[in-house]
């Protein structure tokens, strides 16, 4: 019994010691690496930009295929990645690779390719948003930050280069849900004036993503997609 209680007390000193070296930024760190090991995974994205609802849901497997459908409207582009290659559906088009669709000179051609070739899947957006936040702090199973004034600009803009358009006044949020050590949602709040057109026009967008279907997803890319990756 005396051993017993011994080995009772270390396993609970033990505890406490992890649990006072442990902090949210690398508790939320550690349930994006741990995401990003899974053999698949699926998500479920909501956004409300001004005034405007859009949706996305993707599927993604270790080493494999991503398959991305965003809606905004009763607009749909559908979006296959394998082997570091993109194929791409904007609405009402066809299955074209992502340098056919910037080779256009439509302004929606080159603002989908920027979209698709800064796009990350969850694993890796939780790694870019907490590299991007300030001091992350705990309540309860929640992880919240504010973002730096360079990351929110960025996060806005959509990426980096000369064609993104001019943030000014940026600001941000990110708040992170965890449950067994493993990111279950995150809120990313971005606010802003950007230049459209010559037009500064303020804007505030709030996108929440859901992780679902750990170890379930499969993904299977539309034959005419495989066409354009193979």
């Known amino acids: 019994m005396k051993r017993n209680g011994l080995f009772g007390i270390i396993a609970l000193w033990a505890a406490c010691v992890m649990a006072a070296d442990s902090n949210p930024r ?9 995401l990003s090991g899974e053999s698949n995974y699926a998500w479920k994205s909501s956004t409300s930009w001004g005034g405007f ?12 295929a991503m398959f991305l459908t965003s809606t905004f409207g009763d607009s749909a582009t559908e979006v296959a990645f394998k082997d570091k290659k993109i194929a791409i559906k904007p609405p009402d088009g066809e299955w074209q690779t992502v340098d056919e669709l910037e080779a256009g000179d439509e302004w929606l051609g080159r603002f989908l390719g920027r979209w698709v070739r800064n796009f990350k899947a969850p694993a890796a957006e939780i790694e870019d948003l907490v590299s991007k936040a300030k001091e992350l702090k705990k309540e309860a199973d929640v992880c919240s930050a504010e973002l730096t004034s360079e990351g929110a600009a960025e996060l806005l803009a959509g990426g980096r280069g000369p064609d993104v358009p001019p943030v000014k006044n940026a600001k941000g949020s990110v708040r992170f849900w965890l449950k067994d050590r493993a990111v279950q949602k995150y809120e990313l709040r971005l606010q802003g004036t950007m230049n459209w057109g010559g037009e500064e026009r303020d804007t505030d967008r709030t996108t929440t ?4 279907d750990v170890g379930t997803t499969k993904v299977t890319l539309p034959e005419a997609a495989q066409k354009k990756l193979s």
């Open 26 to 34: 690398d508790e939320v760190l550690a349930a994006a690496k741990k």
């Open 53 to 64: 609802d859009g949706s996305a849901e993707g599927k993604v497997e270790k080493g494999g």
């Open 209 to 212: 993503t859901e992780v679902k």
